[in-house]
């Protein structure tokens, strides 16, 4: 199965509104990643964060290792944050991508 | 700001033939890899190299090569170039274990007609 499941697949915000967007793995993997990509784009690391809770301006990333999950809290969503974004999970040097969540902030 | 550099941005090549795409770091990261990306199936890993003279076969490796000269570059081959190989690839440099982040490129867009 996949080992990498991101969800949902999709969401749609008005300017102002909160994102959740989950991401769960399988046990071969660790040393989770949120990776953002604008359409037609390449991807930008937003966090690296195998543990725990990491926080850089809007976004928020936490990881609970026992529980196979990582997640991504986008606060106070800006038409800017339009795009896709990726969880990615190591193992043994080599990093497998979720599908993707693909979200739309209308002003 | 770690760099990393991909040519062509575009290409056009036809069926059979040859097709090389470059990727060039200046972050000094030992690991390097090419994904591509495609609707429904997200990043899949291609080729990856733990180092100078090293190359390793990830995921979807049937149909490509790759060779890694040195530290810095890293190629992708197509040596018969299909049309399921549209697509857009990626190279990124890196080493997800040693705690250190993913740098990608621009990508190549890749047309087989």
């Not at chain 1, 784009?41 to 026992?66: A, D, E, M």
Request: net charge positive; hydrophobic share 30%; charged share 15%.
């Amino acid at each position: 199965g996949q080992q990498v499941q991101q969800s949902p697949a999709s969401l749609v915000l008005q300017e102002g509104e909160n994102a959740e967007l989950q991401c769960n793995f399988s046990t071969s993997l660790n040393s989770m990643q949120w990776f953002y990509q604008r359409p037609g784009g390449s991807l930008v690391s937003l966090f690296y964060n195998p543990s725990g809770t990491k926080q850089s301006g809007r976004l928020t990333s936490t990881t609970v290792i026992k529980e196979r999950r990582s997640s991504l809290h986008i606060s106070s969503s800006q038409t800017t944050d339009s795009g896709t974004y990726l969880c990615a999970g190591a193992n043994t040097g080599k990093l497998t991508f979720g599908h993707g969540t693909i979200l739309r902030v209308h002003p | 700001e770690a760099a990393v550099t991909q040519s062509p941005r575009n290409k056009v090549a036809v069926t059979g033939g040859k097709v090389t795409l470059s990727c060039n770091q200046t972050n000094n990261h030992n690991n390097m890899y090419w994904y591509r990306q495609d609707t429904g199936h997200g990043l899949r890993l291609i080729h990856y190299s733990y180092g100078a003279g090293s190359t390793e076969k990830g995921d979807i490796p049937d149909g490509y090569k790759a060779s890694r000269p040195s530290q810095e570059n890293f190629s992708l081959i197509l040596e018969l170039a299909t049309p399921s190989q549209t697509s857009v690839y990626f190279c990124a440099s890196g080493d997800p274990i040693s705690n250190e982040r993913l740098f990608f490129g621009h990508g190549t867009k890749l047309s087989v007609l």
